[in-house]
């Protein structure tokens, strides 16, 4: 008879148990996305950047103006503060002020781009940054060129320790991206998508501006083959933008990035944007089926828009924490800090704090292209709280006396963009909401007219 051991088969069953939960807990890693810094150098001084007559000049910035420095080096320590040790940062771009290119040069643009780069190699110190070029940072504004310039040369010379492959250093001195391996094997496919931005003139008439399309589809074929995940960021998003109901890529090149990120979707993990300057998300749907998140964060500058037929909204700073599995990618969570820019300037000391958490204020159980669909669904029935929620967390939590309303037709066209990336669909759900609503204005007049006729006949 063998004499069985129970210790020893105690001390087995405990190390297969924490092997087996080990695969079941989620190796969770954090990233920070921030966008959009606009850096004015001559705020209190020319105003380059203000839409407005400027006279009170708060230290940390002005609703009219893009950031002072103040608010630049404010916005990275914070950042520092709330979470120092993540797995990297997502910076996206457009790190240069709203003005004229009278004002700007590549020396002005690349030292601004010096300026913020140094500045967070200096408070993060070995954190890989994955930085992308946003509209305003060519010059002349938005002319991006689809192949070799100066000022590609001069970035990747402040890049260098974030870019380090030679082949990927090639694809940047051609084209402005990128593809970089994280510390823990996700791809991250660093795009110029101001290649495709509708109001770069040296592009539109191109099929495929520096070999960009033809480059990720490559590296998208490539991660299935090798079972990687992949997240892809970039400045100006795909999709359609809900205040211009048009997409802000030229209409061929939107309809080709929605056919690759839909052709891919297995493998993409997430897709992060910047540009809008608002909170913002679109969900890509393969059949019905909700497939991959856009996330768009909200900018650091305050800057409001204004032409003379329209002003923008006004809007806090804002930086954007994420939270994913490390082994699949999965988007746990995202919290979004803001500074609360009146109390900053009033106190003489920067006031940021949590603005919302992604799962727990929205009711979510992460940020799955499942869940965020599920969010997008509640937030089209009318008088959902969800819906009031994002339309503050959109223009990060001004003053309610400051916020625009948003009324039926603004509604039908943010809820559309939620779910339709492309031109043609967009249009079809932006007719049907409407249609829908001035159907039910015509039922309630209906009614109305009927209780009138009722009482004048009646009394
Ligand atoms: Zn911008
Ligand atoms: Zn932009």
Same mark, same amino acid.
């Given at each position: 008879?063998?004499?069985?051991?129970?210790?020893?088969?105690?001390?087995?069953?405990?190390?297969?148990?924490?092997?087996?939960?080990?695969?079941?807990?989620?190796?969770?890693?954090?990233?920070?996305?921030?966008?959009?810094?606009?850096?004015? *150098?001559?705020?209190?001084?020319?105003?380059?950047?203000?839409?407005?007559?400027?006279? =009170?000049?708060?230290?940390?910035? =002005?609703?009219?103006?893009?950031?002072?420095?103040?608010?630049?080096?404010?916005?990275?320590?914070?950042?520092?503060? *709330?979470?120092?040790?993540?797995?990297?940062?997502?910076?996206?771009?457009?790190?240069?002020?709203?003005?004229?290119?009278?004002?700007?040069?590549?020396?002005?643009?690349?030292?601004?781009?010096?300026?913020?780069?140094?500045?967070?190699?200096?408070?993060?110190?070995?954190?890989?940054?994955?930085?992308?070029?946003?509209?305003?940072?060519?010059?002349?504004?938005?002319?991006?060129?689809?192949?070799?310039?100066?000022?590609?040369?001069?970035?990747?010379?402040?890049?260098?320790?974030?870019?380090?492959?030679?082949?990927?250093?090639?694809?940047?001195?051609?084209?402005?991206?990128?593809?970089?391996?994280?510390?823990?094997?996700?791809?991250?496919?660093?795009?110029?998508?101001?290649?495709?931005?509708?109001?770069?003139?040296?592009?539109?008439?191109?099929?495929?501006?520096?070999?960009?399309?033809?480059?990720?589809?490559?590296?998208?074929?490539?991660?299935?083959?090798?079972?990687?995940?992949?997240?892809?960021?970039?400045?100006?998003?795909?999709?359609?933008?809900?205040?211009?109901?048009?997409?802000?890529?030229?209409?061929?090149?939107?309809?080709?990035?929605?056919?690759?990120?839909?052709?891919?979707?297995?493998?993409?993990?997430?897709?992060?944007?910047?540009?809008?300057?608002?909170?913002? *998300?679109?969900?890509?749907?393969?059949?019905?089926?909700?497939?991959?998140?856009?996330?768009?964060?909200?900018?650091?500058?305050?800057?409001?828009?204004?032409?003379?037929?329209?002003?923008?909204?006004?809007?806090?700073?804002?930086?954007?924490?994420?939270?994913?599995?490390?082994?699949?990618?999965?988007?746990?969570?995202?919290?979004?800090?803001?500074?609360?820019?009146?109390?900053?300037?009033?106190?003489?000391?920067?006031?940021?704090?949590?603005?919302?958490?992604?799962?727990?204020?929205?009711?979510?159980?992460?940020?799955?292209?499942?869940?965020?669909?599920?969010?997008?669904?509640?937030?089209?029935?009318? =008088?959902?709280?969800?819906?009031?929620?994002?339309?503050?967390?959109?223009?990060?939590?001004?003053?309610?006396?400051?916020?625009?309303?948003?009324?039926?037709?603004?509604?039908?066209?943010?809820?559309?963009?939620?779910?339709?990336?492309?031109?043609?669909?967009?249009?079809?759900?932006?007719?049907?909401?409407?249609?829908?609503?001035?159907?039910?204005?015509?039922?309630?007049?209906?009614?109305?007219?009927?209780?009138?006729?009722?009482?004048?006949?009646?009394?």
């Amino acid at each position: 008879m063998v004499a069985i051991n129970w210790f020893r088969c105690v001390g087995l069953c405990c190390v297969l148990l924490v092997i087996s939960w080990s695969g079941c807990v989620a190796d969770e890693g954090w990233f920070w996305h921030v966008t959009d810094f606009h850096y004015d *150098f001559s705020y209190t001084d020319l105003d380059l950047s203000c839409n407005d007559d400027v006279t =009170n000049h708060g230290e940390y910035g =002005n609703y009219w103006c893009d950031a002072p420095w103040r608010l630049v080096e404010s916005s990275v320590e914070a950042m520092k503060r *709330f979470k120092p040790d993540v797995d990297f940062i997502l910076w996206t771009g457009d790190s240069v002020l709203h003005t004229g290119d009278e004002h700007l040069s590549i020396d002005i643009n690349d030292g601004i781009l010096s300026n913020i780069t140094n500045l967070l190699v200096e408070k993060f110190k070995s954190t890989p940054v994955y930085a992308t070029f946003g509209n305003h940072d060519y010059y002349p504004d938005a002319q991006f060129p689809p192949s070799n310039n100066e000022l590609y040369n001069r970035t990747l010379e402040n890049w260098l320790t974030w870019i380090t492959d030679e082949g990927e250093k090639e694809n940047f001195l051609k084209g402005g991206y990128y593809s970089v391996v994280t510390a823990h094997g996700i791809r991250v496919l660093a795009l110029n998508t101001n290649l495709y931005y509708t109001s770069d003139k040296l592009t539109g008439n191109l099929i495929d501006p520096a070999g960009q399309f033809a480059w990720l589809e490559t590296l998208l074929a490539d991660a299935v083959t090798r079972k990687e995940k992949v997240l892809i960021t970039g400045h100006v998003p795909p999709g359609m933008v809900d205040t211009m109901s048009k997409s802000w890529m030229y209409d061929h090149f939107n309809t080709k990035m929605n056919e690759i990120i839909r052709k891919y979707s297995d493998v993409i993990i997430g897709l992060h944007f910047g540009h809008e300057h608002m909170d913002n *998300f679109r969900v890509y749907t393969k059949s019905d089926t909700p497939v991959v998140t856009m996330f768009l964060a909200p900018s650091v500058t305050p800057w409001r828009y204004k032409i003379p037929s329209k002003t923008g909204a006004a809007h806090n700073p804002a930086i954007r924490l994420v939270q994913y599995d490390r082994q699949t990618g999965r988007h746990l969570n995202m919290i979004t800090y803001y500074m609360d820019l009146p109390a900053s300037n009033a106190q003489g000391i920067p006031q940021w704090a949590e603005e919302y958490n992604a799962t727990r204020d929205y009711n979510i159980d992460d940020l799955s292209p499942n869940s965020m669909n599920k969010l997008a669904l509640r937030m089209s029935s009318s =008088n959902s709280l969800e819906f009031n929620n994002y339309w503050k967390w959109r223009v990060v939590n001004v003053q309610d006396a400051m916020m625009e309303e948003c009324g039926e037709a603004c509604k039908a066209n943010v809820v559309c963009q939620f779910h339709h990336v492309d031109q043609s669909t967009y249009d079809a759900c932006v007719l049907k909401a409407v249609g829908k609503s001035s159907c039910l204005l015509q039922s309630l007049v209906t009614v109305l007219i009927s209780v009138l006729t009722c009482l004048a006949t009646y009394t």
